[in-house]
């Protein structure tokens, strides 16, 4: 899909706008887009591998998948349990069989919407703590390192107290080393 496509309409302009917000490339093959294939690539490295980035796609066929997480695609739409069948068993019983499914989002500007929101919730909400690099940062490493500034600029500010009450110790000294010099000489003068 061309970035004219997603302006030529308010709801795709609005979609584009989120996708520049959020800092996604629309990276679909002529061919892809031929076929109704939308292929978005996010700024979040994949946690697999750490070299490529999050790629997640919109199929024609009413699909969303993420396309390279994993082993092979899998579904990111959400699912609920199909109708439940019966079947007959040699001795007369039936057995119930039911199944979850996929429910498809048959709509392109839908699919679209569902996947901006599914990957803010996902990728960019739960990797809030990995860097543009792809570098992740504990928690527990994020706030040490506050600590440690915290504690580093009180110790700072400890030694230039201590420094400034020093100071302030061999001004006073010094002051009345010439105040009694000073009386001293008044003394001699008269």
């Keep these: 899909m061309t970035r004219h496509k997603y302006l030529s ?16 490339k629309d990276v679909s093959t002529p061919r892809q887009t031929k076929n109704g294939t939308v292929v978005w690539q996010l700024p979040i490295r994949n946690n697999n591998s750490g070299k490529t ?12 998948r993420n396309q390279n997480s994993g082993y092979s695609n899998y579904q990111l739409n959400k699912r609920c349990d199909g109708e439940p069948e019966y079947f007959q068993l040699a001795n007369g019983d039936y057995r119930r069989f039911s ?13 679209l919407e569902y996947l901006i929101s599914y990957c803010l919730k ?10 543009t ?26 030694d230039r107290i201590s420094k400034l009450e ?20 008044k003394r001699m003068a008269v």
């Design 122 to 131: 996902n990728y960019y909400i739960k990797n809030a703590n990995q860097v």
């Design 99 to 111: 199944t979850r499914s996929c429910i498809l989002i048959p709509n392109e500007k839908d699919r």
């Design 53 to 64: 980035f999050i790629e997640v796609a919109s199929f024609k066929t009413g699909y969303v």
């Design 166 to 185: 020093e100071d302030l110790v061999n001004m006073t000294e010094a002051r009345d080393y010439y105040k009694d010099k000073i009386a001293t000489i």
């Design 9 to 24: 309409d308010p709801r795709y302009a609005k979609i584009q706008e989120k996708m520049d917000l959020l800092n996604i």
């Design 133 to 158: 690099n792809g570098d992740y940062i504990g928690k527990w490493e994020h706030e040490y390192k506050l600590e440690r500034q915290a504690t580093n600029s009180f110790s700072n500010s400890h």
